[in-house]
């Protein structure tokens, strides 16, 4: 289980969600939005928890790499280039 999603938080906010798991039932959880930036291990059921209806997947596959300042640093970078991609269409 792993990748991106978009949505709009209970503060009118867009809010940008990656995630993977890396151990059976962890996962390495990322939000980030105008006011937060959080990294976090969470369990598996609580991730379920914390991620509304309400999104738009953007990615489903993100690298894994022992280093997690590198690792977050792809997965902005991906999920900004898709996002960049994705707003061409929509003008």
């Known amino acids: 289980m792993e990748g991106a999603c978009v949505y709009i938080d ?30 976090k291990y969470i ?3 609580e991730f379920f ?9 953007i990615l489903s596959s993100l690298p894994y790499i022992n280093d997690i300042k590198l690792t977050i640093d792809a997965w902005r970078n991906m999920a900004l280039n898709k996002l960049k991609f994705l707003n061409r269409f929509t003008d």
């Open 10 to 39: 209970t503060d009118n906010f867009s809010t940008l969600v990656m995630y993977k798991e890396i151990k059976p039932r962890i996962v390495l959880y990322v939000k980030y939005n105008f006011l937060e930036f959080k990294v």
């Open 43 to 45: 369990s598996i059921f």
């Open 49 to 57: 928890s914390l991620i509304p209806e309400n999104n738009i997947h």
